[in-house]
């Protein structure tokens, strides 16, 4: 069966600095990636997807993500991160072969002043 | 487009009763789903739909019914609720589980006292 780990629950950073949130998954299978982003009190948002092609996927807020089949990762980046970005961020994944979406526990994002 | 509705926001009920927590899209998305969200454990997958009259369990099905009798509605019943089963409720939905964008309610906060 599929899954995923983040692997750091909480993630502090100054802001304007860079940041980087990890993400690995397990299937045997071809996988479609996704990030979803969770504001305070809100529902979940999707910020990038992977599903074939180049690598390095862009999205939305200046976020991109790049996949390594070799080391089952999808890695969550910015260059330099706002105050707006304080949010959890939540890994996905999906199979080519199966109907569920599975999440992975998430990564809190605190942003430092 | 109203997009993804939920009803109830917030529902407090006793140990051992029951209620249905309500979800429409009308996106005439054909994949639906039911996540439940705890702190540290991310989105945990109950139950999902991939068409009317069709439906599977997810990673944590026990004490939820499901069904979908449109492509439109796709309610969560909880048969006898137990103080286990306080969480955030995401119901979802998108064109198909595999490639898609996810779009989610704004959720329901349940408390089981």
């Known amino acids: 069966a599929q899954s995923v780990t983040q692997l750091d629950s909480q993630v502090p950073v100054f802001e304007e600095a860079p940041v980087e949130l990890r993400c690995n998954y397990s299937?045997?299978?071809?996988?479609?990636l996704f990030w979803y982003v969770q504001y305070p009190n809100q529902g979940l948002q999707l910020l990038l997807k992977?599903?074939?092609?180049?690598?390095l996927v862009k999205g939305i807020n200046g976020f991109e993500a790049e996949f390594n089949k070799s080391q089952t990762s999808f890695h969550l980046r910015k260059p330099s991160v706002h105050i707006s970005d304080t949010a959890e961020y939540f890994c996905?994944?999906?199979?080519?072969?199966?109907?569920?979406?599975?999440f992975g526990k998430g990564t809190r994002l605190h942003i430092l002043p | 487009n109203a997009g993804v509705t939920q009803t109830p926001k917030f529902q407090v009920l006793k140990t051992g009763q029951s209620m249905t927590l309500q979800c429409a899209q009308d996106m005439n998305h054909e994949y639906m789903s039911w996540y439940r969200q705890d702190p540290g454990m991310g989105l945990r997958l109950i139950h999902y739909s991939v068409g009317a009259g069709i439906t599977d369990q997810g990673e944590v099905p026990n004490g939820y019914n499901v069904s979908r009798s449109t492509t439109e509605d796709f309610p969560l019943r909880l048969l006898s609720a137990a103080p286990s089963q306080t969480s955030v409720y995401f119901c979802?939905?998108?064109?198909?589980?595999?490639?898609?964008?996810?779009?989610f309610g704004p959720g329901t906060r349940l408390t089981v006292t």
């Open positions: 992977y599903l074939s092609g180049s690598t």
């Open positions: 996905a994944v999906s199979m080519n072969r199966d109907d569920k979406i599975i």
């Open positions: 979802a939905s998108s064109y198909s589980a595999r490639a898609h964008e996810q779009y």
């Open positions: 299937s045997s299978v071809s996988v479609y």
